[in-house]
């Protein structure tokens, strides 16, 4: 299935800002940050660092994604 | 009312949309960007948001005042490139007792920060950095 | 800054009194004058002052919220008659930090309300009533 | 010696804002308001109710009064 990851902050300096990748059904979040840390270590934090959003709603790294999800990895925010 | 954009911040604009005639007071909290941080000088920032979240997040802080204070609230935030002196964020109580709306007025500033996907580019002298909370990361 | 005065406030005036490009922040409080009054349905206000002390009245407050926070505050208040939806009084205090601006501008209203000598004498449609804290006494 | 009194809020209705008082040497606070609450009995409450300035200084009902001060009652405030 296809879903699609989002980056934001300094991730947004060496991730594309929008992405769609194809994972096998029953994958997580975290396992989908476990790839891109797999692949880059400036990842490799990605879930200790960052809040996840699935579909613009705040989840769980052990959310279960669903075909078409977009997954957001939010760092510390710094609005206002 | 509610506004993300790119465009100069009018506070006005925020207390006009809460006023009523009822109303006897009203607390404007205004975020401007200033010439230094964390030690360094800062020329600019720049803002960049998950938008269509940010504007949700932002429309539950507005329902939450409402409904834990009952009190009307308006938010604005730019976003983009912005300059030292102007305005970030603008959020505007309005209500018949001062200290509710001094109490919602900062609440909703406070969650804003936390609970908003919002992040800035810091602009100084000596590089550019992302801001992540309390981290200041050099920007490539 | 500190203005007490027959003539509309102006905000603004408060803010760019203390704003400067090192302040990350301004908390802004205005009071206004409301269409409504323990029940009784008001058409304006006229604001009278013990004129001198009232302004040194007014410089402590602007004194101690530097003594106290280290921040700038401005106090604009109206005298003489105004009507519903006009601005009464206007404070600002604008720093680094937001939650002292919060702090210090709750502080510097309530401490006016206490200790500043002004009254205000309320027009309602029942009648006319000095407001003398929370006894409201009809007027001769 | 000569004191002068001021007066606000609802007692400006029946006490005129401004007044010379020729009083005693030593003469406190509370009994300059004593005067008034022997002449007209709307001024009985004129102590309880109001705090007092002398020279546009808060001070107390026992403050002795000296040539040419300004006593000021000032009603419960509705500044703001």
């Known amino acids: 299935m296809n879903i699609q990851t989002l980056f934001f902050g300094h991730y947004r300096d060496f991730a594309p ?12 979040v975290a396992e989908v940050a476990g790839r891109f ?31 078409g999800d977009e997954v957001a990895f939010l760092p510390p925010m710094s609005g206002g | 009312m509610i506004l993300l954009t790119d465009d100069i911040l009018d506070p006005q604009q925020a207390v006009d ?41 932002i429309e539950r802080i507005v329902e939450s005042v409402k409904e834990k204070w009952n ?21 505007c109580v309005a209500g018949a007792h001062r200290a509710e709306c001094f109490d919602a007025c900062e609440w909703a500033i406070d969650t804003l ?23 200041a990361i050099v920007a490539q």
């Open chain 2, 113 to 135: 920060k936390e609970e908003v996907p919002i992040w800035k580019k810091e602009f100084a002298t000596d590089g550019t950095f992302w801001i992540e909370g309390e981290d």
């Open chain 2, 17 to 57: 949309a809460v006023m009523t005639n009822a109303d006897g007071a009203y607390v404007l909290f205004v975020g401007v960007v200033r010439n230094h941080s964390r030690g360094r000088s800062v020329t600019g920032l720049e803002y960049q948001a998950y938008r269509p979240m940010a504007i949700r997040q």
């Open chain 2, 71 to 91: 009190l009307r609230c308006s938010i604005l935030h730019r976003l983009g490139h912005i300059i030292v002196g102007e305005a970030s964020v603008v959020i």
């Open chain 1, 37 to 67: 840390a797999e692949k880059d270590s400036r990842f490799a934090d990605l879930i200790k660092r960052t809040r996840v959003a699935v579909n613009g709603e705040f989840a769980s790294p052990d959310c279960m994604l669903s075909e």
């Open chain 1, 17 to 28: 800002e929008s992405l769609t990748l194809e994972v096998p059904p029953g994958t997580s």
